[in-house]
């Protein structure tokens, strides 16, 4: 039996290139948020569930034009704490729901068949 797959597996790896500094720290707090969430249904409800969750953990909503500054995601230096919405919704969410296709993709073919 395969194990069970969560959201939080579709944060590994991480990005190699970031929008801003507090990116990296959002993108990790968002994957330990996601431990035992399992896989939607489809990518469309993948992109919703970060779309949610960025709000969640941010109190800004992902269609913001700026980029802006979370205090909690900040760990020094100048723009520490600052997040890209442009990265999140550029690239973030796409890479995620890419991985989560390709998984779902994968697990089809790891399943045993009826026949």
Request: aromatic share 12%; net charge negative; proline share 7%.
């Amino acid at each position: 039996m395969s194990p069970i797959l969560t959201v939080a597996t579709l944060f590994e790896p991480e990005p190699s290139h970031w929008g801003l500094r507090g990116d990296p720290h959002l993108w990790r707090e968002m994957r330990a948020h996601f431990e035992e969430t399992p896989l939607p249904n489809s990518a469309d409800e993948m992109a919703a569930l970060i779309e949610t969750t960025f709000e969640l953990l941010t109190g800004h909503s992902i269609s913001e034009k700026e980029t802006f500054f979370v205090k909690h995601f900040s760990h020094g230096g100048m723009s520490s704490g600052m997040l890209s919405v442009e990265f999140w919704r550029d690239q973030a969410i796409p890479l995620l729901c890419t991985r989560f296709f390709e998984r779902n993709i994968s697990n089809q073919y790891d399943q045993p068949s009826n026949s």
